[in-house]
């Protein structure tokens, strides 16, 4: 096999594929794990652990007595640098992959037919095929101006030393508010400029509310419906301005408005794809074409760390299943093994525990898709959003209760917005979507999951106990509620 990209997913596929005795190379141009511990979600929930502390000591007061707090960038730089990132080294990751039998290029991968990938002058001819796993990057938007800035991405943002007095953050997406927060507890003065009408606008528009009122307590400035014009840098700081003269400045300019796959620099029309396509589409076994699988963010399925590991994890059955069908071929009629590995292909594949045939393959399956906005409060959603159910035709029934209702919540206290949302599909009797929102919301959410991916019917979860006085409780109160 060949495996272009070895991020979160394509690192998930080549190692396993190693380890179960397949000959297979790893191209990766930057860092072996791609986004997620680098410049993603292990930094930026270190950022948001830390920033959270602030938050919760800053909660004492009227509470537990009084708290002085004195917050300092250096031990989460340090944290970064040292625990989540080695300095932004993967020496780790790539002895892991080589250790497991795993062959490492560097550079950057394009195909070169179905099962041929090119690297610089190097061609390696794959027997199996390809994985593509090779992530998105920032989208930046065509704004007057804005491609002359010293702009920051993710990336800047990951690996400030020092922080800012001021920020603007293009973007009320996942990453701007997640990081907004964390830099606002830090003291650093934040604006926050979004297109629509509204943060967060992919999840409830009550999740919404509740996220942009907890930024704001946390003195972050947030204006919505802006059409950025044009920005500009007068070598010291920035002035975005907006539709109908607004103009927002500060010192550092955050531009995280989503995140693009590049399907141009991967040779598809030498498999004879179109490569102007927004993502690469796949079929519930992650194909792109014979021979040609993709994993991750590129595919367009939801840009989450937990979307690559399942998407991995098909990929890997489904390449097992092939390689032993081929093996036994191979073997029946005598010729020589058609996979590589130090133990001999028969033996390591055995061994490597995923059981065998094609009908058995798991096929993906996006229902249940769980994703967790970590902001304080948390917010978590899965399934469809009451719009979404509505714009489907589906006969929805909704039930909502705000946390601060539970006992749970009122003990709480200071901290405890939020609530629970559930929509449900009247005629099939089951939840298809839901909402958490508050201190522990993703962690609520998983009770959720569950409901909408076994499809549990409504009259089982409202006759389940829930453990009292917790925040998961609230559910039990959504439930009632629904009409
Ligand atoms: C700030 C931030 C916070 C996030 N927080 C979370 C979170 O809390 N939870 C969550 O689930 N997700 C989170 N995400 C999203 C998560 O990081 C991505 O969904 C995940 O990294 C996707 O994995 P991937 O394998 O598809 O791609 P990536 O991790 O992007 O990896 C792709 C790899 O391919 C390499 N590559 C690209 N093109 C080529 C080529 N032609 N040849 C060779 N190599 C190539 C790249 O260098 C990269 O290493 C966050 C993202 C960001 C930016
Ligand atoms: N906790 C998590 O799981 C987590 C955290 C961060 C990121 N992520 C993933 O990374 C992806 C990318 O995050 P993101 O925040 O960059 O993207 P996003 O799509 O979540 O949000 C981008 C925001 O920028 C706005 N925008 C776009 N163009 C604009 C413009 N010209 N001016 C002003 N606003 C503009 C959009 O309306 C949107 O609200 C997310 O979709 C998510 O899947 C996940």
Redesign the pocket.
């Known amino acids: 096999m060949v495996v272009?990209?070895?991020?979160?997913?394509?690192?998930?596929v080549a190692e396993r594929l190693a380890e179960a005795g397949l000959s297979v190379v790893g191209?990766?141009?930057?860092?072996?794990?791609?986004?997620?511990p680098y410049?993603?979600?292990?930094?930026?929930?270190m950022m948001i652990r830390a920033a959270n502390a602030l938050a919760e000591a800053r909660r004492v007061d009227g509470l537990a007595g009084t708290a002085q707090v004195q917050p300092d960038w250096a031990p989460v730089a340090k944290r970064i640098r040292e625990e989540a990132t080695d300095t932004w080294d993967d020496t780790v990751a790539a002895e892991r992959f080589i250790g497991k039998g795993g062959r490492l290029v560097r550079?950057?991968?394009?195909l070169d037919g179905p099962r041929r990938v090119r690297?610089g002058d190097q061609v390696f001819e794959a027997r199996h095929g390809v994985v593509l796993?090779?992530?998105?990057?920032?989208s930046v938007p065509p704004i007057d101006g804005l491609a002359d800035t010293p702009y920051w991405t993710?990336h800047q943002?990951?690996e400030v030393e020092e922080l800012p007095e001021s920020l603007l953050v293009l973007g009320g997406g996942?990453?701007g508010l997640?990081?907004a927060q964390v830099f606002a507890r830090f003291g650093v003065r934040v604006t926050v400029v979004e297109a629509l009408d509204r943060v967060l606008a992919v999840e409830e528009p009550e999740a919404s509310e509740v996220a942009a009122a907890a930024l704001r307590a946390d003195g972050v400035e947030i204006h919505t419906g802006v059409r950025a014009e044009r920005v500009e840098h007068d070598g010291t700081g920035f002035t975005l301005r907006g539709s109908g003269g607004a103009a927002y400045t500060a010192d550092r300019l955050l531009v995280?408005t989503g995140?693009k796959a590049?399907l141009t620099?991967?040779g598809l029309d030498t498999i004879g794809l179109d490569a102007s396509q927004r993502y690469l589409p796949v079929d519930d076994r992650l194909h792109v074409t014979d021979h040609v699988w993709a994993?991750?963010?590129?595919?367009g399925e939801?840009?989450?760390?937990?979307?690559?590991m399942y998407q991995?994890g098909i990929v890997i059955a489904d390449i097992l299943a092939r390689a032993r069908q081929a093996q036994a071929g191979a073997d029946a009629s005598g010729t020589s093994s058609v996979v590589g590995g130090a133990m001999g292909a028969s033996s390591s594949l055995a061994a490597s525990g995923s059981s065998g045939s094609a009908g058995t393959i798991p096929r993906a399956d996006y229902r249940a898709l769980p994703?967790?906005?970590?902001t304080d409060p948390e917010v978590g959603a899965v399934g469809l959003t009451e719009r979404q159910a509505r714009d489907r035709g589906i006969n929805v029934q909704v039930g909502f209760t705000k946390l601060s209702s539970s006992t749970r919540g009122w003990i709480h206290q200071v901290g405890d917005e939020g609530f629970i949302k559930v929509v449900a599909d009247a005629d099939q009797g089951v939840l298809i979507g839901a909402t958490s929102v508050g201190p522990a919301g993703g962690e609520v959410l998983s009770a959720l999951v569950v409901a909408v991916h076994a499809a549990v019917p409504l009259s089982q979860l409202r006759h389940m106990i829930y453990a009292y006085p917790t925040f998961h409780r609230a559910i039990g109160d959504a439930l009632r509620d629904l009409s």
């Not at 994993?295 to 595919?299: F, K, R």
């Open positions: 272009v990209g070895l991020g979160v997913g394509g690192e998930e191209v990766e141009r930057d860092l072996v794990g791609g986004e997620c410049w993603g979600c292990i930094p930026s929930k550079g950057s991968g394009r690297v796993g090779t992530g998105t990057r920032p993710n943002a990951i996942a990453i997640e990081l995280v995140r590049h620099e991967l994993v991750g963010d590129l595919t939801g840009a989450f760390t937990h979307i690559a991995a994703r967790v906005t970590f």
